[in-house]
């Protein structure tokens, strides 16, 4: 007995060993050999198979094209590389030259002669160490375990740019071309054994899908090559499975059928026939489970089984069942309607320079998001992978996906019969890859792209209904479901306005949308915001990976060579605060409209590429700049806000604040509420509160809440006073300003000078007090409207008379001053203690007190600096009342290195002049203050100027004012003087 126990011992122990030696999963990558015969990560689900291909791989790079003509698919490649990873990653490619510095962690030999195929960075964007556009060759041997016999195998690449051949054994046995979605290959019924696989990844551009693409650009991810994702050796029965297409009353199942005959099978217990080369069937179908929505993302498992003959196959399919719609020019789910809140993703993720393919990291993105009340993404030009669908499924968030698609550098739609077929195979690869995820809510085709493109929104709606489509032509149901326009932009310091209120949108790429010709669909905000802040510098030390940020550091050096650089951080904080200010606006103009789809904003995260546009309240990392919290955001961004129109923000004791409440909800049911109200002052002592009458607030839409209205005769002014208003556990809160009506009298010591004459040099010689308004009409540089602007446009040259200043706007950069020349610059910076400001109350960055001082305080500059016709953009500046030359930015830059102005203009990165609005020096044995402000036209209604002036004139006729600086005479008079000589 015990010697039986031995045997059947022994007989385990090598029984086990065996198990081991073929289907062990565990093989560290690096320890991995090429020419080890175990299986790596083999696994079984259900009747499949998986084998996963990552790790060490044979490799070559093909720069001269060679390696198909050589038959390099017959070979042994000479290196190795780790899969998955790009060959950017793994440190093959072009090495970027870059003088005076390392060109990266590039482990491998050029594959390049010297002095050739060698990248200058970009200033424009971040620098890829390592570039390669060409051919790749990955190879390694599989073995195929005995139970797969029979059995047919695909090769499974989760990602890959742009093209995939695959050989075995020496054999080409497919081809796959696709930017969106998987490459799977047909391997064909392989004997088991070992086999040599080999695939070229080419990431060639094969076709005119528009260098600004999103999936391919250099502005953000690259053209990389490599495989990314999942890599695996699938095996089936020879009947099986292909693609299950659930929708709510039926299951949409591709057949597939290798054995060249017709198979009868049930699928479900339904009877039905294969052709012989598989198809697509219709089974009956009806789910029980609740749906899916933004608040209850309830998700479930279909078991599909087939049974054909001897065949069988059984797939697990995830998805969810919701019923996205639209009435009343609003979109609807499952009856209820909704509001689309949420920003752009333009694959923007710089340690890999492509997007993360597994769902955690997926989870973490999508879930700051909603920390900042966003239940919505746009991915522009690009579709994510896999992992995004799940993880927005199972956070209940909504995705709208895009065609690979810009045609702003290439033929539009319709001009390129090749290209657009593929962008036609493109749509329905996409639709069945990814169609069963609820997350999956919208799609659209490409970016602000021309041509017969609703050819495709005809062709996808009539494939697949499950999700809505965008219009690409025309603005009503027989173009598509929903309506994208550009209708984005503040009116200054007043509220009593919405997007439908506006006469017109524009979008690049397209025409004006008057009024009249508004959508009878629901309307999207495209690309909301996209106000400019300044860089913070500490942020180049996180580029770890595959891209540098040589942009970022040419910024630094450039306001090193300024002498500024110990302003960097004030100037981002400052701006960013001004920023994010705007996007509050922004947001609840669009809330306030109705009926309304939702906006786009662009964008929560920094893009640092296309010139490089720092937006984002986030930086490319999606890691907080510490300038919102995502609480304090949901107060103006989230299903339920309370919203205010006022007619004024600034205002004198001699008025009444008056305002109307609103609440806008779109929860998940309606709810009763009993608003209430409060006016405080900066420390949070209550001036006035009250309540507003209650109400059952319905989901989908905007209520009146009811009016308030506060006497300021009382009111200790100057103040900046706070009005907030509160219901449903929510609360929003909104700055005012309020002044005196008449100012106190200022000692007569000071002399009020409009030109920097002799008369006031003489005075200023004399031991005067001078206080210079200079004009904001001249000596002013106006920029040159042009879009990819030359340095030798962008950069200023030295002050003269006649030419010495920049016009000021209160507005900041719209996307980034390289791409789209303007007046650049980026709001004020100040000390609010100041003396010189002690009557003005002010914080240390722009606010709408500062709107009417600085002017251009509409959206209508930006627009026009964008390329909109004049109509669009002066309709914008009509509307909200806007004026220009009410300020100019004074170039600063030959004054001693630790000058600083009392106001600050905070410059474009891109020059990081320094500027001033109001600055002080002595001359001889006078004191001089300047403000390049006109606080004289129209004074009697306008009470901040009249508010500042007095501020300017005490500060200047007391005791504080005593200029660090004396300025060279010579150099006030190039910067003075208005006039050229």
């Known amino acids: 007995m015990k010697k039986k126990l031995t045997i059947l011992l022994f007989q385990f122990c090598c029984f086990f060993c065996l198990y081991l030696n073929l289907y062990a999963g565990t093989v560290h990558p690096e320890m991995h050999n090429f020419k080890d015969t175990k299986l790596n990560n083999l696994a079984k689900h259900g009747t499949r198979y998986v084998q996963s291909l990552a790790g060490y791989w044979q490799f070559k790079l093909d720069p001269e094209k060679t390696g198909l003509t050589e038959a390099w698919y017959k070979i042994d490649l000479p290196e190795k590389i780790e899969l998955p990873g790009s ?11 870059l003088p005076g510095v390392k060109s990266g962690n590039s482990k491998k030999p050029d594959v390049f002669p010297p002095n050739q195929g060698l990248t200058e960075p970009r200033v424009g964007r971040l620098t890829r160490l390592i570039t390669y556009e060409g051919p790749a060759w990955y190879q390694r041997e599989i073995v195929v375990p005995e139970n797969w016999e029979g059995k047919r195998i695909e090769l499974f690449l989760e990602r890959c740019h742009w093209e995939t051949n695959v050989w075995v054994d020496g054999q080409k046995l497919s081809s796959a071309n696709s930017l969106s979605t998987p490459h799977i290959h047909s391997l064909g019924i392989l004997i088991p054994g070992k086999h040599k696989l080999t695939i070229c990844v080419d990431n060639t551009i094969k076709l005119p899908i528009g260098s600004w693409a999103h999936a391919i650009t250099e502005d953000t991810q690259g053209n990389w090559n490599g495989i990314i994702g999942r890599i695996e050796l699938r095996a089936t029965d020879p009947v099986w499975l292909m693609n299950v297409k659930v929708f709510p009353d039926s299951l949409k199942v591709n057949v597939g059928n290798s054995t060249g005959k017709l198979q009868k099978a049930k699928i479900q217990g339904f009877g039905v026939t294969i052709p012989q080369n598989g198809g697509i069937v219709s089974i009956p179908f009806k789910d029980t489970n609740p749906v899916w929505d933004e608040f209850k993302p309830v998700t479930n498992k279909l078991t599909v089984k087939l049974e054909a003959g001897k065949y069988l196959d059984i797939l697990q399919v995830n998805y969810g069942i919701r019923k996205l719609s639209i009435s009343n020019k609003q979109f609807l789910m499952n009856d209820r309607p909704v509001f689309m809140r949420g920003s752009v993703d333009c694959c923007i993720y710089p340690l890999t320079g492509y997007p993360p393919m597994d769902k955690e990291s997926w989870l973490r993105v999508i879930r700051i998001c909603q920390s900042y009340g966003f239940n919505f993404m746009r991915f522009h030009s690009w579709c994510p992978p896999l992992a995004a669908f799940e993880a927005a499924d199972e956070l209940g968030f909504l995705l709208q996906i895009e065609l690979p698609l810009w045609t702003m550098d290439v033929p539009q739609y319709g001009k390129h019969p090749l290209r657009d077929q593929w962008l036609r195979d493109e749509l329905y690869r996409i639709l069945d890859t990814y169609g069963n995820h609820p997350s999956f809510g919208f799609m659209a085709m490409g970016n602000e792209s021309s041509g017969s493109l609703e050819e495709l929104v005809l062709a996808g709606r009539k494939y697949d209904h499950r999700m809505l489509y965008r219009c690409e032509n025309g603005n009503d149901e027989a173009h598509g479901d929903y309506f994208e326009t550009g209708q984005r932009g503040v009116l200054g310091p007043r509220t009593d306005w919405d997007r439908s209120s506006l006469a017109s949108g524009w979008i690049a790429g397209g025409t ?10 629901p309307t999207f905000s495209h690309e909301v915001g996209s106000w400019v802040m300044y860089p913070d510098f500490d942020e180049i030390k996180k580029y770890t990976g595959t891209l540098r940020a040589y942009n970022f550091e040419s910024y630094k050096e450039s306001l090193t060579s300024h002498h500024m650089l110990d302003q960097n951080k004030d100037f981002a904080k400052a701006s960013g605060k001004f920023s994010v200010s705007l996007y509050k606006d922004e947001i609840e103009a669009s809330l306030r409209t109705f009926p309304y789809g939702g906006l786009q904003l662009l964008q929560a995260q920094d893009y640092p590429g296309q010139g490089t546009a720092i937006v984002g309240w986030l930086d490319a990392f999606w890691d907080s700049k510490g300038l919102i919290s995502p609480e304090e955001f949901r107060r103006f961004c989230a299903p339920t806000v309370c919203l205010l129109r006022m007619p004024k923000r600034v205002l004198t004791t001699a008025e009444i604040f008056s305002a109307k409440a609103e609440i806008a ?4 049911a309606n709810i009763d509420v ?14 006035a509160e009250g309540t507003l009458p209650g109400a059952e607030v319905i989901t989908g839409g905007v209520t009146k809440l009811g009016d308030i209205s506060i006497s300021l005769k009382k009111i200790d002014a100057p103040q900046r006073l706070i009005v907030t208003v509160s219901a449903a556990g929510t609360s929003n809160s909104w700055n005012i300003w309020v002044y005196p009506l008449s100012q106190p009298e200022v000692q007569n010591n000071v002399r009020i000078a409009h030109a920097f004459d002799q008369a006031t040099i003489n005075a200023l010689e004399n031991g005067e007090r001078v206080l210079l308004f200079s004009s904001p009409k001249e000596g002013v540089i106006n920029p040159v409207r042009m879009m990819a602007t030359p340095d030798s446009l962008l950069r200023f040259k030295p002050v003269r008379p006649g030419a010495n200043a920049i016009p000021g706007s209160f507005m900041p950069t719209f996307w980034c001053l390289r791409l789209f020349n303007q007046i650049g610059t980026l709001g004020i910076l100040c000390n609010p203690n100041h003396p010189a400001l002690a009557k003005f109350p002010t914080e240390f960055h722009s606010d709408l007190q500062w709107a009417d001082l600085l002017g251009r305080f509409s959206a209508g500059y930006s627009l026009m600096a964008a390329g909109a016709d004049v109509n669009t953009y002066t309709s914008m500046e009509n509307a909200a009342g806007d004026v220009s030359e009410r300020s100019k930015a004074i170039l600063l830059d030959e004054t001693p290195a630790d000058y600083r102005p009392i106001v600050q203009i905070i410059d474009n990165y891109e020059r990081n002049s320094k500027l001033g609005v ?10 001089l203050l300047v403000c390049a402000m006109d606080l004289d036209i129209d004074a009697e209604k306008r009470p901040a100027a009249r508010q500042l002036r007095q501020s300017l004139l005490e500060y200047a006729s007391g005791n504080q004012f005593n200029p660090s600086h004396e300025l060279p005479l010579a150099l006030l008079e190039r910067l003075l003087t208005v006039k050229q000589e």
């Open 87 to 97: 060959t950017e990653q793994r440190g093959f490619g072009h090495k970027t030259s």
């Open 512 to 521: 004006e949308k008057n009024q009249s010709e508004m959508a009878s669909v």
């Open 665 to 668: 909800h779109y929860g998940a």
């Open 674 to 687: 009993t608003p209430i109200w409060a006016l405080t002052d900066e420390k949070g002592n209550k001036i």
């Open 918 to 927: 109001v600055f002080e020096t002595s001359v001889g044995k006078g004191k």
